[in-house]
């Protein structure tokens, strides 16, 4: 089904160039459905890119999905231009007393900043502390999920000096969890962090469970019992995410190639998406499930969720 987004902005138009449907406001308020309602408090540099990304998926299921475009007020961006926040976003404050099916916030590259000195940590912390009545369900990614781990959970981070950067074989530590329903029992994620959540650091919470997970970079999806998803990795990369900052780091003199990526390890001969059908199902069982539990009314969410 179509997934609303502005039709002049430029995730639409890419997405449309790719044969995914938008539908127009117009259009969306004749049908008689109820369109998911999904907030994306969009934390990247680069938003244009990690909003195609995600409406990509967010789009494959039967579902019409209505995505709304937030960025925190207490953050000037330097890589997004003023005018295209104002007119493609708004502020978690404009939107505070309305109700959203599901709730996604994205990573950020800020791992070296402890948490309490980002800069709008105050505003992310009071997001996460009101998820639960501005949304039925939340998705926390890569350092949105180690935030919210942290503030939630109390779950401690392990950071590192070099970056773990690849592609990892993962593993399923909770089968028949209805988040991955579809997955085999070992299949491949994008990584990009230079911290990890061991296992270990989840296996003391009763409220928290390992979906999926690497010995090398740690727990990769954690549910918790009211259904928060935390994703540690990207699956919502294109396949030449890695490629381009692999590419942004040589410039830096940061040259360790991304592992299990390329073709041969070199760079030259490409690389291969091994995650993309990981991607589409995750979100897809997302979308889903919270089309099964979510009230028609959304007035009645609750702390509850």
């Given at each position: 089904m179509p997934i609303k987004l502005a039709l002049?902005?430029?995730?639409?138009?890419?997405?449309?160039?790719?044969?995914?449907?938008?539908?127009?406001?117009?259009?969306?308020v004749r049908q008689d459905i109820r369109p998911l309602r999904i907030a994306l408090l969009n934390l990247m540099p680069n938003k244009i890119n990690t909003e195609v990304q995600l409406?990509?998926?967010?789009?494959?299921?039967?579902?019409?999905?209505?995505l709304?475009?937030?960025?925190?007020?207490?953050?000037?961006?330097?890589?997004?231009?003023?005018?295209?926040?104002?007119?493609?976003?708004?502020?978690?404050?404009?939107?505070?007393?309305?109700?959203?099916?599901?709730?996604?916030?994205?990573?950020?590259?800020?791992?070296?900043?402890?948490?309490?000195?980002?800069r709008y940590?105050?505003?992310?912390?009071?997001?996460?502390?009101?998820?639960?009545t501005l949304s039925f369900r939340q998705m926390y990614i890569c350092w949105g999920a180690q935030a919210?781990?942290?503030?939630?959970?109390?779950?401690?981070?392990?950071?590192?000096?070099?970056?773990?950067?690849?592609?990892?074989?993962?593993?399923?530590?909770?089968?028949?969890?209805?988040?991955?329903?579809?997955?085999?029992?070992?299949?491949?994620?994008?990584v990009s962090r230079y911290a990890m959540i061991p296992e270990a650091a989840?296996?003391?919470?009763?409220?928290?469970?390992v979906l999926a997970t690497s010995p090398i970079t740690g727990a990769s999806i954690i549910e918790s019992a009211d259904k928060?998803?935390?994703?540690?990795?990207?699956y919502e990369y294109d396949t030449q995410t890695l490629g381009d900052e692999y590419a942004r780091d040589a410039v830096k003199g940061m040259t360790a190639l991304p592992r299990n990526y390329f073709r041969a390890d070199d760079p030259a001969q490409g690389a291969v998406n091994s995650w993309r059908g990981q991607g589409y199902l995750l979100f897809y069982n997302w979308i889903?499930?919270?089309?099964?539990?979510?009230?028609?009314?959304?007035?009645?969410?609750?702390e509850a969720g």
């Open positions: 002049n902005s430029p995730a639409a138009q890419q997405l449309a160039g790719e044969g995914v449907d938008i539908i127009e406001h117009a259009v969306a409406a990509r998926l967010l789009s494959s299921t039967p579902l019409q999905v209505e709304t475009l937030l960025s925190p007020a207490s953050h000037t961006s330097k890589s997004t231009s003023p005018d295209y926040l104002r007119e493609f976003y708004k502020t978690p404050e404009a939107v505070r007393r309305e109700k959203f099916d599901g709730l996604i916030v994205t990573g950020a590259p800020l791992e070296h900043v402890p948490f309490a000195e980002v940590w105050d505003e992310l912390r009071g997001i996460m502390d009101e998820a639960k919210a781990l942290w503030h939630r959970y109390g779950v401690e981070r392990t950071l590192f000096d070099d970056k773990l950067f690849g592609v990892f074989e993962q593993t399923i530590r909770t089968p028949g969890s209805s988040v991955l329903r579809g997955f085999p029992d070992t299949f491949a994620a994008p989840v296996a003391g919470h009763e409220r928290l469970k928060e998803l935390f994703v540690l990795d990207h889903y499930r919270m089309y099964e539990d979510v009230p028609y009314n959304l007035s009645t969410l609750d």
